[in-house]
């Protein structure tokens, strides 16, 4: 069976396909004025935002976010056509808005699914215009829903499964439609009756259709079906010539990028910026149990140099070992203190419940640093907000809510003290450098880029054909930026020749057809040394750069080399939109670059190669998860790698 939103794919594109094919014809008099019928479709759900508590007695451990499915609807319906070009029409049916979320994994690692079954009784009133008074017509108007059923059913592995209703759902919906369709005449000429199949197409957007009161739950459908319409008329219909409609065609842009040759392990010094931050669980005021704490004989021979011993780095660059030095922040804060014992911090916690609450996360902070590390509580003020100093959740904000306010529920430790904090800002962590061996896993993968994708195509599929003829088909895709790994392509081969065909179709039905070529060779590996620093961003803030411009060009450009090359990737977590993140990242990353290279040329070096992408919130290439709060924080970051020349 093909999965859902393949099946959907196709059914639009033959939808599309017949409706494109216009037939004028030539309106008498005896054409019907009032036309009744049914209709039946299929509604193609496509769910977005945030679901987390089901009812008043289920708050499920992780949220879902997307989901899709495809549900039924049928309709009784009357159109009223006083001519041929204008008229209208009424909708009265049941209007299936089900589906199922994409799987998460709760804490317990336990794999989670919420499927749902709403329904409403829908109201859609149109307006109907036929181009030429011909028998392709457009329509538009409003959609009302009254909620029929609010059914769910939870799973997770090592407990039961919960078959409920949701709880404050929205009794009613006031949305959107426009769409299209195409009268089918079945009737003969002369016949006063006449009897018409219309196939048609719809798309209602998310205004309007957030699903509950609560949380930020929308959907957007695509509904794809056919109607059957009888009037009566009074004399027949003349056919005129078939004639195509002529829709123009937007075009992209198609590049393809082979592997490296040569698979670069790296032996990378990092300069790893370290939060200022503590995240609190809901619920709770003790510091987090994945913080790590020491016993006071510990504290004792605690020294933050004792962090930077190598580690290797997974292939998927996931970073424990990072997390692992963020997670003794604590530490390194009250080893700092003990070793300058004129410098002092404050302790802010923020607390949606209010400043009572994050008080008292500053004060399990305060607590343990003066009673494990011996630091005096006059060196260490607290206080309490409802928002932190920088807050994740803006004003207005209506979507992810859940994932914004538990990067809110923190204690950000601020400083003047330049031994702890850095001169730059000054409302980050002086850094800490740690040693890893890492390769980037895109030098190991064809990219396949493909300009203006999410504006121009509805999907597109990748077929490369070796000198023997064998093809090898990839897709479909929807990205702007895919890639395969070049050994996949390769397999047992060490080499090989390949044409590259890119096939998309376009929102509007037709297809677009780009060709390239590239040649690839089995990698070798090869280890070298060199430097990584990173740049973290606060939330939905691109002008860190400007902040960080005098390290950039005082700390990192000295250290690149004639004959270097510079690797900057960006990232962000996963709040917000998947195209606004992929366009944040890249602009990120290339502001960076151009105040490189603005220092590099004053300096009078040249012979520098850069490497910059963005690569948004694409889960395959982020730095870390997004499970936790820090972990996203971690992730809204712009990564710089120098690799020295080959001597």
């Known amino acids: 069976m093909l999965p859902i939103n393949k099946t959907m794919q196709k059914t639009i594109i033959c939808c ?64 009223y056509r006083p001519g041929s070009i204008w008229g209208g029409a009424l909708n009265l049916g ?50 009302v829903g009254l909620n029929l059923q609010k059914d769910f059913n939870y799973t997770q592995l090592k407990q039961a499964n919960t078959d409920a209703e949701f709880s404050e759902m929205r009794k009613t919906l006031i949305s959107g439609q426009v769409g299209m369709g195409y009268d089918i005449q079945m ?14 197409v719809s798309y209602h957007p998310y205004f309007g259709q957030d699903v509950r009161n609560i949380e ?26 078939t004639v195509p409609a002529v829709i ?43 913080y790590i704490t020491l016993s006071k004989d510990q504290a004792t021979g605690f020294k933050e140099e004792q962090l930077q011993q190598e580690s290797a780095e997974n292939s998927a660059g996931r970073s424990a070992r990072q997390l692992a030095v963020y997670y003794n922040v604590i530490n390194i804060i009250g080893d700092r203190m003990r070793a300058n014992p004129s410098s002092s911090i404050t302790l802010s916690g923020a607390s949606l419940k209010g400043p009572a609450e994050g008080r008292s996360f500053a004060v399990s902070i305060k607590k343990y640093l003066v009673e494990t590390f011996g630091i005096q ?49 000054g409302d980050m962590m002086k850094p800490i450098q740690i040693s890893a061996t890492q390769s980037d896993p895109t030098d190991s993968h064809v990219i396949f880029t493909v300009e203006k994708a999410n504006e121009v195509l509805k999907s597109y599929t990748i077929d490369l054909t070796d000198q023997n003829g064998t093809v090898q088909h990839f897709g479909p895709f929807t990205k702007g930026q895919e890639s395969i790994p070049g050994k996949t392509i390769l ?50 803030k691109a002008n860190t750069i400007a902040t960080y411009e005098q390290f950039l060009i005082n700390v990192v450009t000295p250290l690149i080399t004639d004959g270097s090359t510079v690797i900057i990737h960006g990232h962000t977590d996963i709040v917000g939109p998947e195209d606004y993140n992929y366009e944040l990242s890249l602009k990120r990353a290339k502001e960076a670059q151009q105040i490189i290279e603005t220092a590099l040329t004053k300096a009078g070096k040249t012979n520098v190669k850069f490497e910059t992408n963005g690569f948004g919130e694409a889960t395959d290439r982020s730095p870390f998860e997004n499970n936790r709060p820090e972990e996203r924080f971690y992730n809204r970051t712009v990564i710089i790698d120098i690799a020295p020349a080959k001597q």
Not at 216 to 241: D, H, N, P, Q
Not at 249 to 267: Q, S, T
Not at 403 to 418: A, K, T
């Open 16 to 79: 599309l396909m017949l409706l494109l094919v216009q037939i004028n014809v030539k309106a008498q008099t005896g054409q019907p004025t009032w036309w009744f019928g049914i209709s039946g479709a299929a509604n193609g759900n496509f769910f977005d935002g945030t679901t987390q508590k089901l009812n008043n007695s289920l708050l499920v451990p992780t949220a879902f976010h997307k989901g899709d499915g495809v549900r039924p609807f049928g309709s009784i319906l009357v159109e």
């Open 94 to 143: 049941y209007d299936g808005r089900g589906g199922k979320f994409k799987d998460v994994v709760a804490p317990c690692n336990c794999p989670a699914t919420l499927k749902t079954n709403t329904s409403y009784l829908t109201i859609e009133p149109s307006l109907r215009f036929s181009p030429g008074g011909g028998n392709f017509y457009l329509f538009a108007g409003p959609r």
């Open 187 to 200: 009737s003969s000429k002369t016949s006063t009756t006449k009897f018409v199949i219309s196939p048609f």
């Open 216 to 241: 930020s739950w929308s959907m957007t459908t695509v509904r794809a079906g056919i109607a059957l319409k009888l009037g009566k008329g009074k004399k027949a219909i003349e056919k005129e010539e």
């Open 248 to 290: 123009p065609v937007a075009d992209v842009n198609f590049a393809v990028r082979a592997p490296k040759a040569i698979l670069v392990k790296r032996m990378v010094t990092e300069t790893l910026p370290l939060l200022n931050y503590v995240f609190f669980d809901e619920g709770s005021a003790q510091v987090p149990s994945r």
């Open 377 to 425: 509580d006059t060196r260490i003020a607290t206080n309490g907000r409802t928002k932190p100093l920088i807050p994740s959740e803006q004003p207005g904000g209506t979507k992810e809510l859940t994932l914004l306010r538990s990067g809110d529920r923190r204690v950000d430790i601020q400083s003047s003290s330049p031994e702890l904090m850095m001169e730059v800002g």
């Open 491 to 540: 397999g047992s081969n060490a080499t090989g020749d390949y044409k590259v065909v890119m096939l998309g179709t376009t929102k509007g039905g037709a297809t677009i057809r780009k060709e390239s070529n590239v040649h690839l060779d089995a990698q070798q590996e090869l280890l070298e040394t060199g430097m990584r620093y990173s740049i973290l961003f606060n939330f939905n």
